[in-house]
């Protein structure tokens, strides 16, 4: 062994000490105690390093700059030169641009619009009349800005699958978009976050139901064929906050959360109100809350509500009876109850066939007349078996007219409820809130509904996109750029080439001339690029 050996046997550096570990372990194939030995590791550090090696996660340690510096001096490259008097200091910054009225109607302006796919839905807007509806409804508008450019800048983020205020960012610049609400620019996360803690309740409400008499006309929110009831906890993601804790199912557990509450329209199968200021004291009493509004809203009261048997009380279910209000829910399966059906001899349950696609089409059913604690009259009990369940469902309802076939195949779309909060939470990012605030909560979930509804009209006019679901409506045709050509009367939204403009011009977007109350009934246009 020559002189200077030592270097390599002894490595005084912590990089070269590793270096000469592993080449030991890999190249000399020494057993790991051994190089652990050697090199002063322990065992289990050597194959740790061993592993981090295999993978390509080994750290090296960062060169410094001196180091940078000094190669380049040796390869004939300097340093850059040191900037003059002129150029140094801070970089110039440009006056921020403040959300306000337009001064003027730029006519013979160009305007790009990174969002331009967000105009097809503002023919809805206008179709529906929300530039009055949010006026009618009293909400807060400040020196600069009305009700209706806040509320329709939230609208429009909410559309644009924005998760929370904060994250608007990205719609601010787009002078496009802010031109489309008649304004210069359109409001920063600050002013849409403070004014959202400023809408009341009252305004929410007097807004959805708005919104009702002006779907009713169109086909939607009829109500004829009853309504789908479900709660949906919102968890607040954030410390100290005073929320009640509530059973969130995405986390299987009861945490802080905002409790919301959902109607949704059984023919439309589309939402048409929301409350997130719920408390658990008013929890069961929140679908009466929800009988007085659509009363309020139509003249009438509901029709058929479906439910699960956690959303309210048989006391609640005796004052919907006295009120003459329908109901359709689940009974829990109580021991005595199913020691009772048990011993039903089988010519007891009747065959019945549900004349929709899938398994259990051929359930068997049992009526019973039963009084239940709370509840003063005797309540209508439908037993189901041959369901996939060992132990028969149980279902009681008010409504002594309907087949019980027919009230089985009624309770088993409930499901449309919440396959609409699931597309919610994907297409409008509803479980993406934080705010501690149950009002805050309340504004964002109304303008979910109004959201929904806008997607729900765009689709109806598309061939084959009549169910479709927010997000591939958004994919399809909104998650899009263009330009907006303005003219003293008109303003036509010449969208980017896209694979589905075809259905488009089938729905008869080409041929539309729709008049734009915010724009003093200037005419909004469509235009798509040859293929």
Known sequence: ?????????????????????????FVEALPASQVADQFGYSTASVHQMATLLRSGKLQRLPVSSQTVWQILQDHGLPRLPRRDEGRRGSPARLDPVKAAPLAAWPSGARLPCDHAGLLLLVPAMADLGLHDLVKQAGYPSTSQLGAWQSIGALLLAKCARRPRVHHIGSLTDDAGLAFALGLSALPKATHLGSYSYRVRRQSNQKLLTGLVGALRPLGLATGEAGFNLDFHAIRH??????????????RSQRTRAVLTFFAQDHTSAEMVYANADITKAEQAREIIAFADYWQQATGADPGLLVFDS????????????????????????????????????????KPARLDRAGRYRHPRLHEDQVRLKGIHTTVRQIAIQNIGRDQPTLLISNDQASPAVDLFGRYAERMLIENELDAYIAGFHLDALSSSIPLNVDLDTTLTVVAGNLYRLLGRQLPRYQTATPDKLWRHFLDTGGTLHITDDQVTCALNLRSYHPVLIDGGFADLDVPIPWWQGRTLRFRFPPR
């Open 1 to 25: 062994m020559r002189q200077g050996a030592d270097y390599f046997l002894q490595p005084a550096r912590a990089t070269q000490r590793r270096y000469e570990a592993l080449r030991a372990y």
């Open 237 to 250: 993601h954030g410390d100290d906050t005073v929320l009640e804790r509530h059973y969130v199912p995405r």
């Open 310 to 349: 956690q959303l309210t009380t048989y006391q609640v279910l005796d004052e919907l009876t006295s009120r003459r209000i329908r109901w359709l829910t689940l009974r829990q399966r109580g021991t005595r109850e199913l020691a009772r059906l048990a011993a039903l001899p089988a010519s007891a349950w």
